[in-house]
């Protein structure tokens, strides 16, 4: 792993990095239109890391059908991979997303909806957040 602290980075420096288009996701919070990510359907196994700095996040393990228009999983790689903070924007109580190594904006995790998964929480990730490397993943 590169020892790069992504924290101290300018936000100069991260829009020379990204598109504009990830840069309004990943650097300001914004969110993708539903049903338009690359990812939002994809089964392909692999590992999703973070497109700003490539730390791995998601498996596709834990991905599942939301049918919300967005890549969905009932869990992170891992507790420590994430940042979750709450977030009151738009008139609503969220939870909202992070990478921990870069804390750029990923999405918001929603609890209780009723999924028939093992958790009942959906990551609901901006697939522009993400960059998918198909590999073998560990069930
Ligand atoms: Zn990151």
């Given at each position: 792993m590169s020892q790069e602290n992504y924290l101290n980075w300018t936000e100069e420096k991260w829009r020379e990095k990204l598109s504009p288009e990830e840069y309004f996701v990943l650097r300001e919070a914004g969110t993708e239109r539903p049903g338009v990510g690359e990812y939002t359907d994809t089964k392909t196994e692999g590992v999703y890391s973070?497109?700003?700095?490539?730390?791995e996040l998601f498996r596709s393990t834990e991905k599942f059908e939301s049918h919300c228009g967005w890549p969905s999983f009932f869990?992170?790689?891992?507790?420590?991979?994430i940042i979750e903070r709450e977030d009151r924007s738009m008139g609503m109580t969220r939870t909202e997303v992070l990478c921990?190594?870069?804390?750029s904006h990923l999405g918001h995790v929603f609890a209780g909806e009723g999924y028939n998964t093992p958790t009942d929480l959906r990551y609901c990730i901006n697939s522009i957040s993400l960059t998918l490397e198909e590999k073998p993943v560990e069930g």
């Open positions: 973070c497109r700003a700095c490539g730390a869990s992170p790689l891992a507790g420590d991979t921990a190594n870069c804390e």
